[in-house]
């Protein structure tokens, strides 16, 4: 397969801007068009822009400033060469939608009394994290890596296990965080997982796939809101919105 065919969606519009900068007449420090604006030309989804951009700001082509926009760097610019295995953060978070929400229903049916017992006990670790303002975020991934493993399948605990360390190890997942100065998001987050749990206690499969999925949109509305960078007041849930769960 050429590595044109590799090229992620992201890439290949990070690389149409990267030549719109270069060909356009743009000079170190003009502003740049917004992503609302790009979004809107091209016909694609916010989320798509925003991961774009994040590459762009990496390779050294557009600086941002919060409440600001984003505006043609002064720097050296790189080659545009992200690695093929750095994946998009709202992609990463898309999938995670699609494959947690479908565990956390079956998880339901399977779940022991030890399972929630160790769920518990992860949601009063993250619940003191959060407390203490530390920004760690393993008691977060264990508390997925359980319900996983409440499953009873080792191909699912892998498949949850890959995806956490594509998010830790992803230049364009911490490019995003960079972005995001307010962490009071996280305890939104807290409740979420509390609903979890408490649908996993019950062993209803319809409102544990439900409540994942929300969690997860809630996830995906909240980073996308926090690391806008031209638009403080962006309203989310008016782009790429995703169906609830069956």
């Known amino acids: 397969m050429s590595s044109d065919a590799q090229k992620r969606r992201y890439q ?10 270069a060909e356009g007449g ?7 068009p917004t992503e609302r604006q790009i979004s809107v030309e091209l016909g694609i989804s916010r989320s798509l822009v925003r991961e774009a951009f994040i590459m762009l700001e990496i390779e050294g082509y557009l600086d941002v400033r919060k409440g600001s926009g984003s505006y043609v760097a002064t720097g050296e610019k790189i080659s545009l060469n992200v690695p093929k295995a750095d994946f998009g953060p709202f992609e990463l978070l898309q999938a995670r939608q699609l494959l947690e929400s479908s565990i956390a229903g079956f998880a339901a049916s399977t779940i022991t009394k030890s399972d929630i017992v160790q769920l518990r006990e992860t949601l009063e670790l993250e619940r003191r994290a ?11 991934r264990q508390f997925h890596l359980l319900i996983a493993e409440a499953t009873q399948n080792s191909v699912l605990v892998d498949q949850v296990e890959d995806l956490w360390d594509k998010r ?13 100065f307010d962490l009071s998001y996280r305890a ?3 409740d979420d997982h509390a609903e979890i749990l408490e649908a996993l ?3 209803n499969a319809d409102k544990a796939r439900q409540a994942m999925w929300q969690h997860l949109e809630n996830v995906r509305l909240t ?10 007041d962006f309203d989310g849930y008016l782009y790429t919105p995703a169906r609830a769960a069956p």
């Open 12 to 21: 290949e519009i990070a690389e149409l801007l990267a030549r719109r900068i």
């Open 26 to 32: 743009y000079k170190p420090g003009d502003k740049f």
């Open 130 to 140: 959060i407390e203490k303002g530390e920004e760690d975020y393993a008691a977060d």
């Open 168 to 180: 830790e190890t992803s230049s364009m997942w911490a490019r995003l965080h960079d972005r995001i």
């Open 188 to 190: 939104k987050w807290l």
């Open 201 to 203: 206690r019950h062993r």
């Open 223 to 232: 980073l996308l809101e926090l690391s806008d960078v031209g638009d403080p």
